[in-house]
């Protein structure tokens, strides 16, 4: 009589299977979930040098209005910036004295002089800069004021500059964009003036003004003599409304390793790659610094969530001390790393014009590890592992092929063995389950996708405010439909090889991946798939071991030779589960012995799914081995039962620890873009990809899952599904924005107000405003992706003298003058505003000059080949009156007065100032009639746009 071996807790059978699989999994997604919805604590005692509750202080004065540059409160803010400067200055020298110690010395620079003409693509800019910079000399630094001489550059090794701009949109109060890193700039200079804490280069704070409006703020920078100063930077930024501070992008490995020094570092390089594929469009100072001026640096901005992102919820309270203190903790040490380093590899080198950084650096790889870990390592260091493992990979597992048919226990892909006496087949079912993955891995997949697809159809927005629910519906799609089909391939064809086949099918997956992503880091730089190589590298390992067990099999000739005999086989081989003789298909012959109720065959599925082996009932002494897993091929009776555990513990954790947080920050930054016109299907299909790359590695076991945790799966699934497809995609938490501008016809007095936005949604809206009641005109934008509804009126107060509201019509005044055969000047001034224009309607400027403005810097210079179409106009000064010379020739033969055509377009001002209710009619009234669940936003830099056309 046989007696039941004990229970394995580690054998590859459906109760280990199931429990270890689901613990492990769950051991790190729950604790990845965890770490990306919360911000790391902010410490309850101030460290030495920084001063978190004046951070908070600072914070809740600057955001007390919106203060975009083009607004008096912006005035205000600046003023106050120097006061504050000026303040924690003397404070720091005055508690040196007190410890009879001393501070660097430091230079307050009020930068009003500094003017920019620049030209990108069919649009040209004069702007006049409001920056203030804080000096902070390093002891390194040469004891010389070599600005204060015209034209002279500064020498030596160079420092540091730390940029964030104090101008907020004139919808938004500026909490994360940027307040937190004004404030943080501050506390900054008090570290940095605490004796303990001067730098060894010199450290340049920067407070720009004009981030918000074409990043004028940080060209105008280019300008300063400290501009030939500063090697490197960091700059800080907010693209979302609080949460944590990313590394948004960084320029090479050795400002990075800079950052990594971060108590609570947080990001991955292919938010960078998102920025040099073109996939995020919109742009901060880093593409100014890095790009144009160039410098090597950090971007380290805020990134979620996008809903309050340039509205009235960017503000003190929807934020917290905990993300300002994730802001300044890696503001400080990325600083401190940058202004201490005592080597060559930032050394600016002396030119005529200042100092130019030491080289472009190495490209590098860097992500976070649980938010407080941090990798960063060379983009060649990536390539080459991927190289060595895409080659060695590969030969590894031909070489074992080939011991294993040396050894004769090469099994895989072999249907049947000859004897060679008797010239008789021997069937091994050695091919069976190879052809299973197709199926088990398509399906699901496919099925994700055509959600994806079903839910961008009927409900595109979901997304934005149920992220999770998305999330779960993938999911529970993906892994219900690989254990239903696994069980249904397993149960028709039982093979012992479906863990090996499973692993060999993602191996060579995951090898053709890496190929593309090592494509990428070779002739792209990409790295943003560095998590392909770990992937590769843990599948490679699973893959192997499979092949490795198959050492532990009898040799085929003696597996033939106790086939052949028809005995028992000796412990170890397994028993005949019916006569492998024969073919597999073939059907026992019954005797008077058999049973009436064939015991091998399941006859349903459903109890097939339910039982873990062979019951008592179905094991008759003496037919089976215990060491045979239901009716799977009897040779496989010696392979290791643990092995399973070593595959999944070199798979499992490597890939959700690496592919989950990304998984989880894509989602965050992308899931409320559709908003803004990017295509939501963009992101249902991502998170159908990245459920597909979570959970393929539960492949090679799920068919060994119960039915439990599945079937629950599916009825999540259906749950999910039907609130995906019916649920209202907005909240008062997850506002939907509004994009709102207004356009004033000066010459007709004409007010045109227009709301921009998602359909259905934005035609919601309109049709509760009072003012827009039945003369909605509503059409799509090609241009903005999204529909832009208009109406007539209420006409803006935004011109006043007192409390008298001035005529519009003389808001803007300008005149035109004939200064050559193809040139003319205009003269322009707007009342309240310091931002006018010059718009074309056909005809292209091939050039223009403000008269008493800065020469054109080179650097700026990328006009189109269509020539310039807009000329927009900055003052410092309120009521600025513009001169303004522009060409029309395109060759010297070329004459305006030769034009058979007039020459038309319109001079317009904007204004932007929207701190007082009454001020902007229509935009008070959005705010009080839209649904809870919409938020306004401007649509371009000016609120109210008013205009006067002109024909040469």
């Known amino acids: 009589m046989a007696f039941p071996k004990a229970k394995n807790p580690l054998a590859f059978t459906p109760g280990p299977v199931t429990i270890i699989l689901t613990v492990v999994y769950l051991a790190l997604l729950i604790p990845v979930i965890v770490i990306h919805e919360n911000v790391p604590a902010a410490p309850r005692t101030s460290p030495k040098g920084l001063d978190l509750t004046e951070a908070w202080s600072d914070l809740q004065t600057l955001t007390g209005g919106f203060h975009p540059y083009n607004s008096h409160r912006n005035d205000i803010v600046r003023s106050w910036l120097l006061e504050r400067i000026d303040g924690i200055h003397s404070s720091s020298v005055a508690a040196a004295a007190a410890a009879n110690k001393t501070t660097p010395e430091v230079f307050v620079f009020d930068d009003l002089t500094s003017n920019l003409t620049s030209i990108d693509g069919q649009t040209g800019v004069y702007f006049e800069g409001t920056n203030i910079l804080v000096y902070i000399r390093g002891w390194e630094d040469k004891q010389e004021n070599w600005w204060e001489v015209p034209g002279k550059a500064p020498t030596g090794k160079g420092g540091v500059l730390v940029n964030a701009h104090y101008d907020s949109v004139s919808t938004g109060y500026g909490a994360t964009d940027d307040g937190v890193g004004v404030v943080t700039c501050l ?65 090479d490995l050795e400002v990075t390793q800079a950052y990594a020094k971060s108590k609570s570092p947080f990001g991955s390089v292919l938010s960078a790659n998102g920025f040099e594929s073109g996939v995020v469009r919109s742009q901060t100072d880093y593409v100014v610094l890095q790009g144009m001026l160039g410098l090597r640096g950090l971007d380290i901005a805020f990134y979620e969530p996008r809903a309050r992102y340039h509205t009235d919820q960017d503000d003190a309270r929807h934020t917290n001390m905990d993300s300002l203190w994730h802001m300044i903790s890696a503001a400080v040490a990325s600083t401190q790393s940058l202004v201490s380093d005592s080597s060559d590899r930032f050394d600016g080198q002396d ?24 990798a960063v390592f060379r983009v060649h260091t990536l390539f080459a592992l991927s190289v060595t493992l895409l080659i060695v990979a590969p030969l590894t597992l031909l070489v074992t092929s080939i011991a294993l048919s040396k050894a004769d226990k090469m099994y895989l892909f072999r249907s049947f063995a000859r ?15 190879f052809f299973r993955f197709p199926f088990i891995f398509a399906i699901p997949t496919g099925v994700t996708v055509g959600l994806a697809y079903l839910v961008t159809k009927i409900n595109p927005f979901i997304v934005h405010s149920s992220t999770y629910a998305v999330w779960s519906m993938m999911i ?27 692993w060999t099918w993602i191996f060579v997956l995951s090898w053709a991946f890496l190929v593309i992503a090592t494509i990428y880091e070779n002739e792209r730089g990409l790295a943003g798939g560095y998590f392909m190589l770990f992937y590769f590298a843990g599948t490679f ?5 499979s092949y490795l067990e198959l050492f532990s099999l009898p040799t085929k000739t003696e597996y033939i030779g106790c086939s052949t005999q028809g005995s028992r086989r000796p412990s170890g081989f397994g028993a005949l589960s019916g006569d492998e003789n024969q073919d597999e298909d073939e059907v026992e012959a019954a005797t008077e012995s058999t049973s009436l109720l064939r015991s091998q065959q399941r006859t349903t599925f459903a109890n097939y799914v339910n039982v873990a082996g062979h019951t008592d009932e179905e094991v008759e002494e003496g037919e089976y081995d215990p060491n045979v897993y239901r009716h799977e091929q009897t040779w496989s009776a010696s392979l290791p039962r643990w092995t399973w555990i070593l595959q999944l513990l070199l ?28 295509p939501s299907l963009f992101v249902y299909m991502s998170i159908a990809i990245l459920t597909t790359v979570l959970f393929m590695p539960m492949l090679p076991f799920i068919h060994r899952y119960t039915y439990h945790i599945p079937i629950f799966l ?108 193809s040139s003319v000047r205009f003269e322009i001034s707007g009342q309240n505003t310091r931002s006018c224009r010059i718009t074309m309607d056909g005809h292209p400027i091939t050039n223009f000059n403000v008269v008493g403005g800065s020469a054109p810097d080179k650097r700026f210079l990328h006009p189109s080949q269509d020539g310039i179409h807009e000329v927009r106009l900055w003052s410092r000064d309120w ?74």
């Not at 004897?419 to 389950?433: A, C, M, N």
């Not at 709301?755 to 005109?777: H, I, K, N, W, Y």
């Not at 009126?793 to 004939?818: A, I, K, L, Q």
């Not at 009156?881 to 001079?907: C, H, M, Q, Y």
């Open 541 to 545: 390992l699973a893959t192997w071991i």
């Open 419 to 433: 004897v060679d006496i008797s010239d008789e087949t021997i069937s091994l079912r050695g091919l069976r389950g």
């Open 351 to 374: 030119k005529d014009d200042g100092l130019v950084p030491s080289g472009t650096g190495t490209d590098a790889v860097w992500f976070d590890l649980f938010g407080s870990a941090f």
């Open 651 to 678: 798979t499992v954790p490597i890939i959700l620890t690496l592919v989950a947080p990304l998984s989880l920050f894509l989602t965050s930054a992308l899931h409320q873009t559709g908003q803004d016109g990017n």
């Open 187 to 251: 506390q900054l200079v008090r570290y940095f003036l605490t004796p303990e804490h001067a730098p060894r280069r010199g450290l340049v704070v920067m407070f720009n003004n004009g981030e918000e409006d074409y990043l004028n703020g940080a060209r105008a920078y280019s300008q300063h003599p400290m501009a030939k100063f500063a090697h490197t930077f960091v700059n800080l930024e907010g693209a979302g409304a609080g949460g944590r501070a990313t590394l948004f992008r960084s320029s």
């Open 879 to 952: 009521e600025n009156k513009w001169t303004v010379d522009v060409d029309f020739s395109k060759n010297e033969d070329t004459t305006l007065i030769a034009e058979s055509a007039p020459i038309t377009g319109r001079v317009s001002c904007i204004w932007s100032d929207n701190n007082s209710p009454g001020l902007i009619p229509a935009l008070d009234e959005v705010r009080q009639y839209a649904p809870a669940w919409a938020t306004v936003t401007k649509l371009t830099d000016g609120l109210v746009e008013g205009y006067r056309k002109f024909e040469l």
């Open 714 to 821: 599916f009825f999540v699934l259906l749950g999910t599904l039907i609130y995906n497809l019916v649920a209202f995609p907005f909240s008062d938490a997850n506002r939907m924005k509004v994009y709102f501008s207004q356009q004033v016809d000066l010459d007709q007095g004409n007010t045109t107000t227009y709301l921009t936005g998602a359909l259905p949604f934005v035609e919601d809206v309109v049709r509760g405003l009072p003012s827009a009641g039945g003369q909605t005109d509503c059409v799509w934008k090609e241009a903005l992706s999204r529909t832009q509804c208009s109406w007539t009126g209420p006409e803006p107060h935004v011109v006043s003298s007192g409390n008298v509201s001035s005529p519009s019509s003389d808001w803007v005044s300008f005149t035109t003058e004939s200064t050559g055969h």
């Open 476 to 502: 529970s799609a993906w892994v219900f439909l690989a254990w239903f089909v696994s069980c249904v391939a397993d149960f028709s064809r039982p093979s012992a090889f479906h863990r090996v086949y499973t």
